[in-house]
């Protein structure tokens, strides 16, 4: 799922990071000086100026795998986001103003929106419209940024590029006949942001097979967040992964260490045996690479790993992680919102789990409860959500994570966007 280093997360890891390393977010856009009113179409309370499309598209696939559909209300406010050249914005207060050039216009949330209303069905010109976009801004390396042309356009990153693959598939093109000015592809675009014991700068142990969100001053960082991100677009896949019927176990040395890898299947590979193994480390999920987050658990980077792992076959491996989350993740999905639930529901689909018995919680219900009611449904079924009331048994981290970060509570949206993370 798939956003790096747009002004969502970057506003967020200002709020989250005060503090701690002021000078090294200097860069990055400041929060929304207030928040806008929550639109009635639109998942969730939080503030959705960084993250409104995204969430809201992110709902519609989840709601999709569980065989729902969603209100026409909340469809009609993901297409009304729509600028007039096909791009999507992270999220547009006033519809009937004119997209221009300040206007935030966010390549992931297009990427996004484009496969949440391919699933759908019935949106054909919207999607036509917002594929010629993302065609249209892809570099010349073949890959894309976050923020294209934008204040905010950093160059080609690894997660921007996977999300934008499972936009084009979705919509019936083929990625590889997708082709910058200068002929290059997504997928060797990715290859680069690949870690072999090649790279220059690295200490220790090489965690060859990873994936770095972007070069950092020369070197590779390994990023499980990209690596997810990467896994997903070189296999050619969105952030719907149907579940592995038959367990294909992960290759021990998939990447090798003088030649890189011999191909796309084999990278993706790679960067499954590095997520396999960087959990195993820690207990079956991944942990936090924000600053002052010490050892917490992220439980949306970990379900990103869940969906990367289906989607390359590896059945066994995908569910230990998955096996965490059902058991740990309620309090979190509360506070962070419909991000949150969806993507859960992502997991347990790709990871064969039923999203509505998940650790004891109904997560399509919670998901439904937090937006307009889908179509047909029963609103008995709704659920108090308790967004504002965080468990007790909650840590204090996660709590001021949520509010401050407004609503960012996956892995994508939030941690996988900063360029330094490091896992």
């Known amino acids: 799922m798939n956003v790096r280093r747009s002004a969502a997360a970057l506003a967020a890891s200002a709020v989250l990071c005060v503090g701690a390393a002021p000078a090294a977010l200097a860069d990055t856009a400041p929060p929304s000086p207030s928040a806008p009113v929550i639109p009635s179409g639109l998942y969730g309370k939080n503030d959705p100026t960084y993250d409104g499309v995204f969430r809201q598209s992110l709902a519609f696939l989840a709601q999709h795998t569980a065989g729902v559909k969603p209100a026409a209300q909340a469809v009609d406010w993901l297409t009304g986001q729509q600028c007039a050249n096909g791009a999507f914005p992270a999220f547009r207060p006033d519809t009937a103003k004119a997209c221009d050039a300040t206007t935030y216009i966010d390549s992931n949330a297009t990427a996004a929106a484009v496969q949440a209303l391919a699933a759908l069905g019935g949106h054909d010109e919207t999607v036509k419209k917002a594929v010629g976009w993302l065609k249209s801004v892809q570099n010349e390396d073949g890959g894309w940024s976050n923020s294209p042309g934008g204040a905010m356009d950093t160059g080609t990153d690894a997660n921007s590029t996977g999300i934008v693959i499972g936009a084009l598939v979705a919509a019936g093109e083929k990625p590889d006949t997708v082709k910058s000015k200068t002929g290059r592809t997504a997928d060797s675009a990715l290859e680069e942001f ?92 991944l942990v936090s690479s924000l600053a002052g987050a010490g050892e917490q658990p992220d439980f949306g980077n970990t379900a990103d790993a869940v969906i990367a792992l289906a989607a390359g076959g590896h059945k066994d491996a995908a569910a230990k992680p998955l096996a965490w989350l059902e058991q740990n993740s309620a309090a979190w999905a509360k506070t962070a919102g419909p991000g949150a639930y969806a993507q859960l529901i992502l997991a347990a689909h790709a990871g064969g789990k039923d999203p509505k018995a998940f650790g004891g919680t109904d997560l399509v219900a919670e998901l439904n409860a937090q937006g307009p009611a889908p179509q047909g449904a029963d609103a008995a079924t709704k659920v108090e959500t308790g967004q504002d009331k965080p468990s007790g048994g909650q840590s204090v981290w996660w709590i001021v994570m949520a509010g401050a970060a407004a609503g960012l509570g996956i892995g994508i949206l939030l941690s996988g966007r900063r360029k330094r993370n490091q896992l």
């Open 194 to 285: 690949q870690i072999t014991c090649r790279e220059e700068g690295t200490t220790g142990e090489t965690p060859t097979g990873a994936f770095a969100f972007q070069w950092d001053k020369g070197v590779l960082l390994p990023n499980a967040d990209a690596t997810a991100a990467a896994v997903l677009g070189l296999l050619g896949k969105g952030m719907t992964v149907e579940a592995p019927k038959a367990d294909k176990p992960v290759a021990e040395h998939p990447v090798n260490c003088k030649a890189g890898a011999a191909g796309p299947g084999d990278a993706a590979e790679g960067g499954a045996r590095y997520l396999t193994d960087t959990m195993a480390k820690s207990g079956d999920h």
